[in-house]
């Protein structure tokens, strides 16, 4: 099997390749074809193509010359004001090469930028907008401060449908000659919410470790309950609680599920039950407060433990 990481491997090059964020695309390919792209802030939840549709307009943009013309640089790693003084101000001096009417400087993760480094790149986008535009990336553009936000074209993207993740996947499995069940989609698309990167991820795990990708296989990879499991342990916690209570150790000892990830869950399935809407919401009350503890601490088998209790007995007034 093939050792490159499918998410590179299967990043569209151009924007035409993208799925899903249909008017954002349509918006960036506008700019290409005016060759006219003014600063943009794309923000957004993570594998919602941000990146790729960065990458994918300079490419469209530059042709040969994207590799003299473009630069990515990740915030995480450097926060600070001397990126911005040195590298970034560097790139965005120098004029273009070739044709092109101004480089493309992308900025991962801006958001973990500094409060002096972000003043400090408002200056140098004022001051080299001629020779340099900046795509600005993050997950919350309230990272940003107002006067950058101002300076820039603002994408929202939003998380993917899961039509469109099904699409990318069943395209994968093709290309890479590896099975996927019904079950083993459905798994994957319960676990990414709306992110494609961790779809891609998933289904090339779930490859690597047995010949039809299914939904055990997905589960086990992840360290996650399968939702049925959820759903029976909460089935059962009215009339047995003991049988419930087992079941629990039974997703903690055995499978090795973190509290935490069953707290969460927990809560995604409780949304789903058949009872009325105060009883659902105090459920859920007491399903963050037991997320909380464990977050900070606590034993899961025990906060766990009183949480199925607290939802018997609602249950069982219900």
Known sequence: MDLDL????????TLGGIIGQKSIIESLTKFVQNRNVPHCLFTGPPGTSKTTAAMAMARDLFGETFDRNFMELNASDERGIDVVRNQIKNFARIMPAGDAPFKILVLDEADHL???AQHALRRTMESYAGSCRMVLICNYSSRIIPPIQSRCAIFRFA?????????RLKYITKKEKISANAAGIQAILYLAEGDMRAAINLLQASASAGE????KVVFAIAGRANPKAIKEMLDSVGENYEESLEKLRALIYQQGVSPVDLARQLHREVLKLNISENRKMAILERTAEAEFRIGEGASGEIQLSAL???IGLERGES
Request: charged letters at 35%; aromatic letters at 8%; zero cysteines.
């Open 114 to 116: 500094t409060a002096d």
């Open 212 to 215: 039809t990708v299914d939904d």
């Open 159 to 167: 998380r993917l449908s899961d039509s469109s993740i099904t699409e």
């Open 6 to 13: 499918w998410t590179e491997k299967y990043r569209p090059p």
């Open 308 to 310: 199925l209790a607290h």
